[in-house]
């Protein structure tokens, strides 16, 4: 018994004195997405590092004005000490959404676009990498071998993990004649401002939330820019088009011409020296479907239907129409029941009560009387 107790209480003095440890061990799981100690010998230690997380920190960043505009959550920066001499900095932005880290892809960017990996999508000049992936925006500047910056970028991606799409307005830019190194994508009014092209003369700005995709276009030595507008709504994308129409007003002969094209919520329109020919090829593949999913709850329903219609919406349907002929012949019944009961009543009982003469006055068609 003493024996037992013993073992007990040294069990319990054991799990006591670990318990302290625990949160040690919780140090092994990253809050950032930065390389880890030793991971890279060229990165010989930190120099400096910056944490920001309030949309006010963003004033000290040239670029901050983008990042609040688009979706601000975290920016994390390192500054590292390299072997061979020439730094390296690492900065990853935490944004709202996967739109708004490739449209600040497109705007920082200092060479074309191109699919990952790094990344979702990136833009690699050497030893410098801007890279989208989910909701974050990767940025290194080195002046170490590009292969280095590579290695670091594939690293940070690596930790990321997640991925995300291409946004669906760029999907609809046309491709015939595009010019993809000449990309931008905007979200907001700074972004418009710094980075996009005017219009027949005239600024975009909007006061409903749009994003817009511009980029250059060549065809048989035509040259001009193409805006896709993308609204909230059709509606929008209507009283918009009215607007900048009106607004059109090229003076003189300057070989310039606007070209427009109305799709569902989206509005190109398409500023050059292009000849309608041409500008139809280029307008001509934008197109908008509205699209309808069945909603199913595919835990509770099988996948399988007739006719395209899901087996659990088409039970419905049927139990509906089931149930409307059942009260369809329920009140068919009923009503002949009714009608065979007066008749039988006025037969045995001609002065029922049902058929006196004062009830009936009113419904009575008077043909025998003259």
């Given amino acids: 018994m003493m024996r037992a107790f013993v073992i007990a209480f040294l069990v319990l003095l054991a799990g006591t004195t670990c318990i302290p440890w625990l949160p040690a061990q ?15 010998v060229e990165l010989r230690s930190i120099r400096s ?15 901050g004005a983008f990042f609040a505009e688009v979706g601000f959550k975290k920016y994390a920066r390192r500054v590292y000490e390299t072997s061979p001499p020439g730094g390296l900095t690492v900065e990853v932005v935490t944004l709202k959404d996967a739109k708004a880290a490739y449209s600040i892809l497109t705007l920082l960017r200092s060479a074309q676009t191109a699919q990952g990996p790094p990344g979702d999508f990136g833009s690699f000049d050497r030893s410098n990498i801007i890279f989208s992936q989910a909701n974050f925006l990767v940025r290194i500047q080195s002046g170490l071998p590009a292969e280095v910056s590579k290695r670091v970028a594939l690293s940070v991606s690596n930790r990321i993990g997640r991925k995300g799409p291409e946004p669906a307005l760029v999907k609809h830019l046309p491709q015939t004649g595009y010019d993809p190194s000449s990309l931008r994508y905007c979200l907001g009014p700074h972004s418009l401002a710094r980075y996009a092209a005017s219009v027949a003369g005239h600024e975009l700005k909007f006061q409903d939330e749009v994003e817009i995709a511009q980029a250059r276009y060549n065809l048989d030595d035509q040259t001009g820019v193409l805006s896709l507008i993308g609204f909230p709504t059709s509606q929008l994308a209507e009283e918009y088009f009215e607007r900048l129409y009106s607004l059109v007003n090229f003076k003189g002969d300057t070989g310039q011409r606007l070209y ?35 909603i199913l709850d595919k835990y509770r329903h099988s996948s399988s239907g007739i006719w395209g219609v899901p087996g659990g919406m088409l039970g419905t349907v049927v139990r509906s129409l089931v149930f409307t002929g059942l009260l369809c012949a329920i009140s068919i019944v009923a009503g002949v029941s009714f009608a065979l009961f007066r008749i039988m009543l006025r037969g045995y009982a001609p002065n029922n009560f049902l058929d006196r003469q004062d009830r009936t006055e009113v419904i009575r068609l008077k043909i025998d009387e003259k």
């Avoid at 920001?52 to 963003?58: M, N, V, Y």
């Fill in 260 to 294: 427009f094209k109305r799709a569902g919520p989206l509005l190109g329109l398409l500023e050059g020296n292009f000849d309608p020919g041409n500008a139809d090829a280029i307008l001509g593949s934008i197109e908008f479907k509205y699209s309808i999913k069945w």
């Fill in 26 to 40: 919780t140090e092994l799981v990253q809050s950032h997405y930065f390389p880890a100690d030793l991971e890279f």
């Fill in 49 to 63: 590092e910056k944490e920001l997380d309030t949309p006010s920190a963003l004033a000290e960043l040239p670029e």
